[in-house]
């Protein structure tokens, strides 16, 4: 029977490229994770790896692999869908397999000097040559530039395939949004001695990715596999793209200032910022009602016709679409709506408050519906017409979740006994930090962190297996 599985049922050049990226972007996910483990255990033994492997660097890595292997799926999203959406192959495959490995083994170099090198001397040729220092987009000077390189040639290529294929909405909205997310990268580019001017740039690039670009994007995503997975009316989903970019455009921009409340800009933002943040969850919230009653009405039309209701062609992927819904609202919206205000805010700033929030919204706004994707992308390569979740998809599915909400609730504890005892009560002094860090609560939140990021790896390891077996097992079972 195995002599008959067919590997790759893909058409087109760009989703072979497609799946080249996801397959990079699962890997990083993993040394993402694992670099995480490090890191949280370091934290309830320091001497853990003690003088081997520094904190810093294992938190580097683990937040920078984050950011690069969700651009990996990104990127890889874009290729897959292309064709689809406009009925043609993109304009130059050889110019993207090209620019793929370049990139790729300009990660991989960036990253072993990271794990083998760690430090530099502080001078220039360390921003050069080993990391610029900047959270989430520490690649040092020289990859920087190659990166921007590379989204050209990626740009490129998207935008030439637009305009000669068919322009729905959806391609639309992704060339347009895609300019705006590459041209921020620009932002977080450059230098200066002065660390409020650094860091209000900086947070162009983070937070309007986050809050703004990153959450089109992933509009478009799934605005596409609703349409692919369940045949939802295109009307419909292209009506609320544009709500989300019209609503999440005007919030998220000016939502900025939520990050400038204590870094020295000026008083005023403390007003922009609460303001505007707090209208951030709006959209958040009206696509999530949009959803459920969506579903709700259709099964209710389905059931007065005594038919079953939609029946999904790929019910991994829609288990993580649906897990997007739900992880956007509750990390990003409720967990970001928390500590926005800045009356909030100056108790909560920089706790484990903030990393339970990091933690929920990145994984439940980005790579719940990045996984999603993964899924979309190995039914057309094994040419699967309906894949059904398998224990394995579900056990994966319900691991990794578990684990990351264990982890959220477990960082919230923790960032809560920060509030109280260090912030509150003994008024946020260096002493304060190292007294709370010691309380119970404390320590036991840390410990739970770990337990359920262990939890988490389990669910990672089962979802590469069914990712790498699912395809196989459905085409089989099919012919
Ligand atoms: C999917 C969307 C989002 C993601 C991925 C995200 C991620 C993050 C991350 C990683 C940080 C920590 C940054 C650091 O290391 O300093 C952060 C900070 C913050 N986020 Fe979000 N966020 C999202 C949406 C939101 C929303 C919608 C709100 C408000 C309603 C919000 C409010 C905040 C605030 C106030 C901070 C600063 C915390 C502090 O002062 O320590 N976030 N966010
Ligand atoms: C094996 C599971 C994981 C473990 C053990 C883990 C552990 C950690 C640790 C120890 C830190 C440093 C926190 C600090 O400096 O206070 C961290 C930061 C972070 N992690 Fe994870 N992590 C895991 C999975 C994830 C996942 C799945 C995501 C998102 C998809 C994620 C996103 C982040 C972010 C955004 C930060 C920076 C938070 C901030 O600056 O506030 N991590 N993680
Ligand atoms: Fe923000």
């Given at each position: 029977?195995?002599?008959?599985?067919?590997?790759?049922?893909?058409?087109?050049?760009?989703?072979?490229?497609?799946?080249?990226?996801?397959?990079?972007?699962?890997?990083?996910?993993?040394?993402?994770?694992?670099?995480?483990?490090?890191?949280?255990?370091?934290?309830?033994?320091?001497?853990?790896?003690?003088?081997?492997?520094?904190?810093?660097?294992?938190?580097?890595?683990?937040?920078?692999?984050?950011v690069v292997w969700m651009l990996y799926a990104m990127i890889g999203s874009v290729y897959y869908?292309?064709?689809?959406?406009?009925?043609?192959?993109?304009?130059?495959?050889?110019?993207?397999?090209?620019?793929?490995?370049?990139?790729?083994?300009?990660?991989?170099?960036?990253?072993?000097v990271y794990i083998f090198i760690q430090v530099g001397p502080g001078t220039e040729s360390s921003i050069w040559l080993i990391n610029e220092g900047r959270e989430y987009l520490a690649a040092p000077r020289w990859a920087d530039i190659g990166i921007v390189v590379v989204v050209l040639v990626f740009y490129f290529n998207v935008f030439a395939t637009y305009l000669k294929g068919e322009r729905t909405g959806i391609m639309t909205v992704m060339v347009a949004n895609l300019l705006a997310l590459a041209g921020l990268y620009l932002a977080g580019m450059g230098y200066t001695d002065n660390i409020s001017m650094d860091q209000y740039w900086w947070w162009w690039v983070i937070h309007l990715w986050v809050e703004a670009t990153?959450?089109?994007?992933?509009?478009?995503?799934?605005?596409?596999?609703?349409?692919?997975?369940?045949?939802?009316?295109?009307?419909?989903?292209?009506?609320?793209?544009w709500i989300e970019v019209l609503m999440l455009f005007g919030s998220g921009i000016l939502g900025l200032g939520h990050h400038y409340f204590w870094i020295g800009t000026p008083e005023y933002w403390w007003e922009i910022g609460a303001l505007f943040s707090a209208l951030e969850p709006v959209p958040l919230i009206a696509m999530f009602v949009h959803v459920l009653y969506d579903w709700g009405k259709?099964?209710?039309?389905?059931?007065?016709?005594?038919?079953?209701?939609?029946?999904?062609?790929?019910?991994?992927?829609?288990?993580?679409?649906?897990?997007?819904?739900?992880?956007?609202?509750?990390g990003a919206g409720i967990w970001g709506f928390f500590h926005t205000l800045p009356q909030v805010n100056i108790y909560t700033h920089g706790t484990q408050f903030t990393s339970a929030h990091g933690h929920l919204s990145f994984f439940g706004a980005y790579a719940t519906i990045l996984i999603g994707m993964m899924y979309l992308a190995i039914q057309g390569t094994y040419g699967v017409k309906r894949m059904k979740s398998t224990s394995l998809s579900k056990w994966a599915a319900f691991l990794t979740m578990f684990g990351v909400m264990g982890m959220g609730i477990a960082l919230t504890i923790s960032g809560y006994e920060q509030v109280l005892v260090e912030r509150a009560e003994l008024g946020a002094t260096w002493n304060a930090f190292f007294t709370a860090q010691n309380l119970t609560w404390m320590v036991q939140g840390l410990a739970w962190r770990l337990v359920m990021g262990v939890v988490t790896f389990v669910g990672f390891a089962l979802l590469v297996v069914d990712l790498l077996s699912i395809g196989k097992n459905a085409q089989a079972a099919e012919r």
């Open positions: 029977m195995l002599t008959s599985i067919k590997t790759n049922e893909l058409k087109f050049e760009s989703q072979k490229i497609g799946m080249m990226y996801f397959r990079v972007a699962i890997i990083l996910f993993g040394a993402q994770l694992l670099m995480g483990l490090i890191a949280a255990v370091q934290f309830l033994y320091p001497s853990f790896l003690f003088e081997i492997f520094d904190f810093s660097v294992a938190r580097t890595v683990h937040i920078n692999a984050l869908m292309i064709p689809d959406e406009t009925g043609r192959e993109v304009v130059a495959p050889g110019i993207a397999k090209l620019a793929f490995w370049v990139l790729t083994a300009a990660v991989t170099v960036v990253v072993l990153w959450e089109v994007f992933v509009g478009t995503l799934a605005a596409y596999a609703l349409i692919k997975i369940i045949g939802a009316k295109r009307e419909i989903v292209e009506m609320w793209l259709e099964q209710g039309i389905a059931k007065a016709k005594g038919e079953p209701g939609t029946v999904s062609s790929n019910t991994p992927a829609m288990t993580w679409l649906v897990a997007n819904a739900f992880g956007n609202f509750l």
